[in-house]
Each structure stands twice: as structure tokens, then as C-alpha cells.
């Protein structure tokens, strides 16, 4: 469509889409309405990613047909924006997602941040061919018979008793210190470390001290991947860290974290040279330079998404103590974390399943149109994207409606955690395929880390149930958003011990200070 006539059509507010599922139009001010904020980002609301797509869909479960859930914003001299909450329509889009004429592309828009801490040249934020290109010469290394390769899997399981010795006994030695016999303490951060170590040191075969990991490498990233959030709405010039740190304390810390971020990943790329980890699986003669900007990606990205899952796991069993012990029924007599294991935890992986559903690390996904693309869903309704029309897949909210993860569906509320939703769908013969929550995406740009990230997540929560008893220390469970989403207390919550850590296991690694609540 022209420019001047979708100006004219806009002013008009003739609605851009076409179809029998026509989205309903969102108005760009709305005052008095109780809408919780504009329905775009700016300075003041960019930390609070979930209440802008909330403002999408402000009354409109008084809407029926498309408009229910499917909205558009649409401002004279701008491409349409789409959010939808249809898990059909988010189904069609992902499956139509690819680099051929026509298909929908990721939207760069929400990644610009991303981009200019990485650099441009990523699976992430690459489109069209070039991002064919690194999916293909990603996927050896990130398959899942890479990953569940016995000797590596060996490798992760070890790298990560290793380490939960330490811990235990750190712990062990700090309850018998203050004759207590519980301790109150954020679960992420603790997570944050652990993950980190297994991505570095067992995927892709680094040798980094656990102690610098969790010191200086983990905070060094949490304030990066803070940067890249507010990078992305407020720094519309684009301005470096290192030009920015001359004017700003802030802004020295960020440069400084910059070059901590970069020293990580030169470690990491050492490891190459021998063929440690998945390097060895990694079909390449690209030069390490070219790398670089997607190795900043996985350390940073797989971070943050296996932090968020893991995290969110333990702070929903922490509120559900029957599920959480019908987890350790099934963990408590594992003693080697081999696949096949893991993959037979049934009440395990309903929890993680539930999770990814309920609270999923990417709570949107971004695309655009790059043609005007008609679109059909399983279910035959129909609708007519607009050329350049910028797309948020809201997984969150999707997730969340009762239309379609309720009662009637799933035998639950939506809103609810409820693992044995899962047991209810597979006796209605409900399979994952036709159910999904869209935790790691869908179509071809399904994320990439999926199978490492359940391999880390099974490991990490499987052995917290099987060592700790544990509860919440808040009632309600709300939700922060950024790059991914979390538990806003950071997973506090109450751990005892199950049984005693034996006298001989390594103290080496000292235990976080307790919280003002112990």
C-alpha cells in the first residue's frame, strides 16, 4: 500500500486488515479509561514490558470474534502494529516465520539493545538468508544428540555435583554455625552462577573458576542484560558505553561490565582451539572474530532464559508443596541424571511443562510482515496482514485466558499452577502438538537452546527437590520483565535441608548472607 494512501486510510481509521478475523483497533490515548499505561514503550513505562501489552487488550474480553484476541494500533505515518493473544493466529505467523519471499521475518525493532551490545551479525537478530546461514551451522552443536551425548552428559552431571557439594556444605556449615536449621535466601542468584557454570564450562568446554563465575562474571551480565533493556528505548542515538562512561558513574560500571562480558567470551573461545565441549560438534572454518557476536548471544541469552525457567520452577513448587512432593517421589531415588531419566519423571516435567506455560521466559515474540501476507488458521478463520505490519506475539497473555488454557480446556483455571493439567489433557488425548504453550517458540525459529535448556533445568531442579524441602516466603508470585521474564523477590523462599550433608563434602564455597527475614 502506497504511503499517501495508508496516511489517508489511517486518518480515515479505516482498519488495514483483511479477513473474517478482523483485529480491533486500539486507541493511542484513552484517558480515563484505567488502561494501566500507553500501549507502546517510552522512558517512563519500558520496565514494565507486560502492563504495555496488558493495555492492548484493556476491555476487550467485552469483544467478540477477532477483535476478543487480536488488537492493532495504527497511527498516521506508521506501519501497524498487531498484538495478538490468539494462540491460532501466533501458531499460523510462527509456521509461515522463515527467509523465502513473502514469509514473516523477527521484527529488529525490540532488539536493537541486543544488537548493540552482541553486535548485528546473530541468529538472534539476523534475517532472510543470513540468518539460514547461522541456523545451520548452529544447530550441530545445540541438536539433542549433541547434547545428551553420554560423555558430555556425564560432563554436565558432574561439573554440576561438583559444585552442589560445595554449596551443600557451605550451607551444612553455616545452619550449624547459627544452630538454625533452615535459611531464607533468593534461589536466582544461586541459580544465575550454576547455570553459567554449565554453559561455560561444560557446553562450551571453558575452565573458568565456579567463585569468578558467580563474583564477578554473573553480575557483570545481570547489569549488561539490564542495560540492553533501557538501551533499546532511551539511547535512540546509539551511543556507546565507552563514549557514554566519560559523562556517567553508571555508565563507567556499564563500560566496565562491557569489557567483563568480553573477557568471558574470549575464555570461551580459547576453548575452541582444543575442541572442548561442543566445539567439537561446531562444523566451521569461521574465523573466531566472526563468532564472537554469537557467543555473546548464547552466554547472555541462555543465561537469562534457563535462570528465568529454572527460577520460576522452584518459586511455583515453593506455593505448591503436594506437587513439589510428588516430584521428589519420583527424584529422591535418582541417583545418576542420565536422559532417559529425566525424560521418565513424569511429575517432573508436567512442573516444567507448567511453567514454560504459565510463566515463559519469552513472553512475546516479535515479526513483521514483509509482504501483505493473507493468513489462514487450523480452525479456517482468515485474516490479511498488512505489508511492514510490526507483530508481538503475546505468549504471556495467550497463556493466561480462560478461552484458552481454562476450565473447559484443560480442567483448570488458566491462571492457576497446576501441573495435573497435563495428566487431564493427555486422558482427553489432547497431545503436546495441538496444546502448545510456545515456551521455546515454534516453526523455524524455534529457539535454538531448547534442549540445552532443558537439560540444565532438569538437572537443576530435579536435584533442588531431591536435596531441599522448601517454601515461599511470599504469598503471591508477581511477575518483573525484561530480556526475559522472573519472580519479582528474586525466588525467596525457605530451604532445609532433607538430610545431612556427610562431614567430608568440600566447604570451599562460602554461603550467601542470610535475608533480614532469617
Keep these: 500500500m502506497r504511503p499517501l494512501v495508508r496516511t489517508w486510510r489511517q486518518l480515515r481509521r479505516v482498519n488495514p486488515f483483511g479477513g473474517d478475523c478482523l483485529p480491533g483497533r486500539v486507541p493511542l490515548l484513552q484517558p480515563g479509561s484505567g488502561r494501566p499505561t500507553l500501549p507502546f514503550p517510552h522512558p517512563w513505562n519500558y520496565a514494565e514490558p507486560i502492563r504495555i501489552l496488558e493495555s492492548y487488550f484493556w476491555e476487550a474480553d467485552r469483544e467478540t470474534g477477532g477483535a476478543r484476541h487480536n488488537r492493532y494500533l495504527d497511527c498516521p505515518g506508521f506501519a501497524p502494529v498487531l498484538v495478538t493473544r490468539d494462540p491460532a493466529v501466533i501458531r499460523a505467523i510462527l509456521t509461515a516465520t522463515g527467509d523465502r519471499d513473502g514469509q514473516f521475518d ?19 537478530f539476523a534475517n532472510g538468508p543470513f540468518w539460514r546461514r547461522q541456523r545451520k551451522v548452529a544447530a550441530s552443536p545445540f541438536g539433542k544428540t549433541a547434547l545428551f551425548r553420554e560423555d558430555l552428559f ?25 544452630r538454625q536449621t533452615s535459611l531464607t535466601l533468593p534461589i536466582e542468584p544461586e541459580i544465575k552462577a550454576l547455570m553459567l557454570e554449565m554453559l561455560v564450562n561444560c557446553f562450551f568446554g571453558a575452565q573458568v573458576e565456579y567463585a569468578r563465575l558467580r563474583d564477578v562474571h554473573v553480575p557483570a551480565l ?78 547472555a541469552g541462555a543465561l537469562e532464559a534457563t535462570t528465568s525457567y529454572a527460577a520460576w520452577a522452584i518459586s511455583h513448587l515453593a506455593r505448591n508443596p503436594e506437587a513439589q512432593e510428588r516430584v521428589y517421589g519420583e527424584v529422591g531415588p535418582i ?24 510463566t515463559p521466559s519469552l513472553y512475546f515474540l516479535p515479526r513483521r510482515a514483509t509482504a501483505e501476507t493473507p493468513l489462514e488458521m487450523a480452525d479456517g478463520r482468515t485474516m490479511v496482514i498488512p505489508r511492514g505490519t510490526h507483530i508481538l506475539l503475546d505468549i504471556w497473555h495467550a497463556n493466561r485466558h480462560e478461552d484458552h488454557w481454562g ?9 492457576e ?25 515454534h516453526g523455524a525459529r524455534v529457539c535454538p537452546g531448547k534442549h540445552l535448556g532443558q537439560l540444565e533445568v532438569g538437572l537443576a531442579v530435579g536435584a533442588f527437590v531431591k536435596l531441599f524441602r ?41 554461603m550467601p548472607q542470610p535475608t533480614a527475614t532469617d
Excluded at 407 to 413: L, N
Excluded at 426 to 431: F, I, Y
Design 106 to 124: 523477527r521484527d529488529t525493532l525490540p532488539s536493537t539493545g541486543i544488537a548493540r551490545a552482541t553486535g548485528k551479525d546473530t541468529l538472534l
Design 154 to 178: 556425564h560432563e554436565f552431571g558432574e561439573t554440576f555435583r561438583r559444585t552442589v557439594r560445595q554449596r551443600l556444605a557451605a550451607l551444612q556449615q553455616h545452619l550449624d554455625s547459627t
Design 222 to 299: 545481570e547489569r549488561v542484560i539490564d542495560h540492553i533493556v533501557r538501551d533499546t528505548v532511551t539511547n535512540r542515538l546509539g551511543l556507546s558505553p565507552t563514549f557514554l562512561g566519560r559523562f556517567s558513574r553508571r555508565f563507567r560500571q556499564t563500560r566496565d561490565d562491557f569489557q567483563a562480558f568480553d573477557e568471558l567470551t574470549d575464555l570461551v573461545l580459547q576453548a575452541r582451539r582444543s575442541g572442548a565441549g561442543l566445539w567439537s560438534c561446531f562444523r566451521s572454518d569461521a574465523p573466531d572474530e566472526t563468532l564472537r557476536s554469537n557467543v555473546k548471544v548464547f552466554l
Design 335 to 358: 541417583d545418576t541424571y542420565l536422559p532417559e531419566k529425566l525424560e521418565a519423571a513424569t511429575s517432573l516435567n508436567q512442573v516444567l511443562d507448567e511453567t514454560l506455560r504459565l
Design 407 to 415: 476450565v473447559a480446556a484443560t480442567g483448570h483455571p488458566a491462571t
Design 417 to 441: 499452577f497446576a501441573p495435573d493439567r497435563w495428566r487431564f489433557l493427555a486422558e482427553q488425548n489432547r497431545s503436546s502438538k495441538e496444546m502448545l504453550h510456545f515456551g521455546f517458540g
Design 470 to 510: 522448601f517454601r515461599a516466603v511470599n504469598a503471591d508470585n508477581a511477575v518483573k520483565a525484561g530480556v526475559s521474564t522472573k519472580p519479582l523477590d528474586g525466588g525467596l523462599i525457605t530451604i532445609e535441608l532433607r538430610a545431612p550433608v556427610p562431614s567430608t563434602w568440600d566447604t570451599a564455597a562460602p
